[in-house]
């Protein structure tokens, strides 16, 4: 059974730093490109990052030069490094599976809350 359980989000200042990880299990990782998405209230869901199967990442205009995306095929584990966090970013932080970068997700975990506010 596929499962993917995002943690680290919380409460941070405008300006401040977060990481989130995320820890799957049930499937190989090398398999899928991964990725993560946010959706905050009333707002349609947001691809964040993505990195393919052979390590190349992407990234929206909106977080690009902010956030950092990684990958550890061998821990099945994935983070999203913060930085210069902003309120426009409080939303839910989901980690995804997908077969390729820009395809739909095929699997997501539960979320974790990031609010950005002073």
């Known amino acids: 059974q596929v499962q993917l359980v995002e943690s680290g989000g919380g409460l941070v200042q405008p300006g401040g730093s977060l990481t989130l990880s995320c820890q799957g299990s049930?499937?190989?990782?090398?398999?899928?490109?991964v990725g993560w998405f946010r959706q905050a209230p009333g707002k349609e869901r947001e691809r964040l990052s993505c990195?393919?199967?052979?390590?190349?990442?992407s990234y929206a205009d909106s977080v690009k030069g902010r956030f950092t995306m990684f990958r550890d095929n061998l821990e099945t584990t994935m983070s999203l490094q913060m930085n210069g966090l902003k309120p426009d970013d409080t939303a839910v932080y989901y980690c995804?599976?997908?077969?390729?970068?820009?395809?739909?997700?095929?699997?997501w975990g539960q979320g974790t809350q990031v609010t950005v506010a002073s």
């Open positions: 995804a599976t997908l077969t390729r970068c820009g395809d739909a997700y095929d699997y």
């Open positions: 049930g499937f190989t990782l090398d398999y899928y490109a």
């Open positions: 990195i393919s199967r052979d390590g190349d990442a």
